[in-house]
C-alpha cells in the first residue's frame, strides 16, 4: 500500500520559532510537494521538487524553504514562524507530471 | 496559466438523492482534470482524473464525472448519496507536458442529511 507520512498530525509552536515539518514517501516518486490549506482558499501550492536537491516556488513561498536531500524525504522550514501561518499543511508526491498525487494526513501547525 | 472554479463552497443533498458539484476550469492547451476527495482529518485521495480519453470518467464509490470541452466543466456526479459520501470534494487541474504545476479549487464541501 503506498504510503506519504508526515511527521507530526498536530504541531503547536510560538512566534518566532524555527518549525520543521517532514514528510516521506516510500513509491520512490520524483515529485513532491507542499502545499497549505486554508478554508475558502483551497489548497496553494507553496513549493515543490522535481529531483533531489532541486525545488521550484509555487504560488506562495514567502516565509517558506524546503529542502529535499534525499529522494524520499521533502522538508518545509518556517525560518521564523508566524501567526498567519497557522493552517493545515500537507504534502504530497507522483510518480510523473500528469498523474495522480498521493497526499499525507497533514500537518495542523498552531502558531501562538 | 490555468485556473479552475467550483461552485458552491457548501452543497447539501438527501441521502439517496443525485450529488452534482461544479467545476469549471480554464486552461489554454488541453487539460488534465481531476476530482479528489477530502474525509475529515485525513489527506486528500483521487477519486477519478480525465487525461482526454473518454469524456465521461467514472471513479470510486460510484462517482463519475463528464468532460464538455464547449463549457469548460467537469462536473463530478453520483446518482444516489450515501451517508458516507459526506466530505470535502476538490475539483484540480493540470496541464499535459513536463514540470506543470497542478491548481486545486477552493472545494466544496457536502452534506449529506438523513
Known amino acids: 500500500d503506498v504510503k506519504v507520512t508526515q511527521s507530526s498530525r498536530y504541531l503547536v509552536k510560538r512566534t518566532g520559532e524555527k518549525v520543521f515539518l517532514e514528510c516521506v514517501q516510500d513509491?520512490?516518486?520524483?515529485?513532491m510537494f507542499w502545499y497549505r490549506q486554508d478554508p475558502g482558499l483551497g489548497l496553494r501550492l507553496i513549493y515543490f521538487?522535481?529531483?533531489?536537491?532541486?525545488?521550484e516556488k509555487g504560488d506562495i513561498p514567502e516565509g517558506y524553504s524546503v529542502s529535499r536531500e534525499k529522494k524520499e524525504r521533502f522538508s518545509l522550514i518556517l525560518e521564523s514562524a508566524s501567526t498567519n501561518q497557522t493552517s493545515m499543511y500537507l504534502c504530497a508526491s507522483t510518480a510523473g507530471w500528469g498523474n495522480e498525487q498521493f497526499f499525507g494526513p497533514g500537518t495542523r501547525l498552531t502558531v501562538l | 496559466a490555468q485556473s479552475v472554479t467550483q461552485l458552491g463552497s457548501h452543497v447539501s443533498v438527501s441521502e439517496g438523492a443525485l450529488v452534482l458539484l461544479r467545476c469549471n476550469y480554464s486552461?489554454?492547451?488541453?487539460?488534465?482534470l481531476f476530482w479528489y476527495v477530502q474525509y475529515p482529518n485525513q489527506g486528500l485521495q483521487l477519486l477519478l482524473k480525465y487525461t482526454s480519453a473518454a469524456t465521461l470518467v467514472k471513479g470510486i464509490n460510484g462517482f463519475e464525472a463528464e468532460f464538455k470541452k464547449s463549457e469548460t466543466s467537469f462536473h463530478l456526479t453520483k446518482p444516489s448519496a450515501h451517508m458516507s459520501d459526506a466530505a470535502e470534494y476538490f475539483c484540480?487541474?493540470?496541464?499535459?507536458?513536463?514540470?506543470?504545476?497542478?491548481?486545486f479549487g477552493i472545494g466544496t464541501k457536502l452534506q449529506v442529511i438523513p
Open positions: 484540480a487541474v493540470t496541464l499535459a507536458g513536463g514540470y506543470q504545476k497542478v491548481t
Open positions: 513509491m520512490d516518486h520524483e515529485n
Open positions: 486552461s489554454s492547451v488541453p487539460p488534465y
Open positions: 521538487s522535481y529531483d533531489v536537491k532541486m525545488k
